[in-house]
């Protein structure tokens, strides 16, 4: 059990709530998923920097009592890449919506995987821009209206978890707001992991893609959540046409390899004491 006061004590709840999500949203379960995994830790605040960049996911460091930046749309990873660069000892967690993180921001994404950058990104997966009006998102399921694809998507939409470990992140795991105990245990996981960890949680938003797609309340959505996800171990036993529209969860990737910030100051010393390859420039 968490005590309330612990929980408490990571937040700026003197100041800046209540927060800015719609009721139902599956954020604010995904803050509480993130604070209860850092005190799981036992991480003290102040070795943590915590990174979003723009939509609803992005407001999240507000509320938090972190070493905390609310950057730019698209360039999260940017700012947290540049923070574990120059201080490594420090925990870097980004937190990102689906747009925000892969679509203006797709280029970084892959090329932190591709470095495999002690970063932990927690990506809020809600199918659609919520904040900035329903725009189709890169993970707009095909079929599923939004503002600007209102007969439908007909775009195919990205699997960020098959996306991270294709361009070389060493972690990958999907949870769901459904499942938050369960996601919370990815996410610590993920922060302990050594290199580019990927937490993919899949969230329900009941004003903006739950309405325009006739979903029913937060709690419906919910239950569909529920209703719809499949272990990664029983889903190798199925059928491709068995798995189409169900959430597949569980850790896809573990692996230790090469983490780039260390290599880098490994690199530069072998440089500045001239042990380095002969080869080298």
């Keep these: ?43 003290p605040k102040d070795d943590i920097a915590f990174i979003s960049g723009i939509g609803c996911t992005g407001r999240m460091p507000v509320y938090l009592d972190f070493n905390t930046m609310h950057t730019t749309h698209g360039r999260a990873l940017p700012f947290a890449t540049g923070i574990k660069m120059h201080r490594p000892e420090m925990k870097v967690i980004v937190v990102s919506g689906d747009g925000d993180s892969l679509a203006i921001g797709g280029n970084h994404f892959i090329h932190a995987a591709r470095r495999n950058i002690d970063i932990t990104m927690i990506l809020v997966n809600n199918s659609i821009y919520g904040m900035t009006g329903g725009q189709v998102a890169p993970t707009t399921p095909i079929g599923k209206v939004t503002h600007t694809m209102p007969y439908g998507n007909y775009e195919p939409p990205f699997n960020p978890v098959e996306l991270a470990v294709s361009a070389g992140g060493s ?42 797609n006739n979903l029913g309340s937060a709690r419906d959505m919910l239950l569909m959540q529920k209703k719809n996800s499949v272990p990664i171990k029983k889903a190798k036993e199925m059928s491709e046409e068995d798995l189409d529209g169900k959430i597949i969860t569980g850790i896809f990737k573990e692996e230790i390899k090469t983490e780039y910030s260390s290599a880098y100051r490994n690199f530069a010393k072998e440089i500045r004491d001239g042990t380095g390859r002969e080869d080298s420039p």
Excluded: N
């Excluded at 005590?3 to 100041?15: A, F, I, N, P, Q």
């Excluded at 919370?184 to 990927?198: S, V």
């Design 1 to 43: 059990m968490h005590e309330l006061s612990d929980v408490y004590s990571y937040l700026r709840w003197k100041k800046r709530f209540p927060a800015v999500w719609c009721p139902g949203c599956g954020i604010g379960s995904i803050m509480g998923a993130i604070i209860r995994a850092i005190i799981d830790l036992e991480i």
């Design 171 to 212: 972690f990958a795991a999907r949870g769901t707001v459904f499942s938050i105990l369960q996601t919370t245990g990815y996410i610590k996981k993920a922060i302990k992991h050594p290199g580019f960890a990927l937490v993919e949680i899949i969230s329900q938003c009941p004003v903006q893609y739950g309405r325009m």
